[in-house]
């Protein structure tokens, strides 16, 4: 019979020093659903190729259903709960809708959080480079065209001061 080890991560989320209890082999993605009850972050393949659980950590684009808490200890997590606000949309966010870039919207977090990770190390990405950084991301509603020019845009207002 395996042993569940409890051990506190301490680490920074959505901006916010955080410090709670994990169980050795928990994954991120599970402790940001059910630990923490940060919801937009969904489970879909749970092996890292489908993209819906894409969050950040220290600014690049990972899939938290493969990444060990323990991984994030002393580091930055960002998920969509933590790049905009209601009040305060990210520009990403705002794109989104203008674009009608999401259909079902299982998949936009994830592609939301690959997106700011990629606007955070290049600011001003070509087409290709928007491209690539979606790549890893399936979804079915068929909203690429519009989820590239979404990221274009935001790009465009973030870069305009």
């Excluded at 299982?106 to 190390?121: D, H, K, Y």
């Amino acid at each position: 019979m395996t042993q569940v080890v409890t051990q506190e991560v301490t680490f920074q989320l959505n901006g916010h020093p955080v410090s709670v209890p994990s169980q050795s082999g928990q994954s991120l993605l599970d402790l940001l659903r059910n630990t923490l009850q940060l919801k937009a972050t969904r489970m879909g393949c749970g092996q890292g190729q489908c993209g819906a659980c894409r969050v950040m950590l220290d600014g690049h684009a990972v899939a938290a259903c493969e990444t060990p808490v323990w991984a994030i200890e002393g580091k930055s997590v960002t998920t969509l709960e933590g790049l905009g606000q209601r009040s305060a949309p990210h520009a990403l966010q705002t794109a989104f809708i203008e674009e009608q870039a999401m259909q079902c919207g299982f998949c936009t977090s994830g592609i939301l959080m690959s997106a700011a990770a990629l606007l955070q190390r290049q600011p001003q990405p070509s087409r290709q480079d928007i491209v690539q950084a979606i790549d890893g991301h399936l979804c079915r509603c068929g909203a690429h065209n519009r989820v590239v020019r979404a990221i274009e845009k935001a790009a465009a207002r973030l870069a305009t001061p």
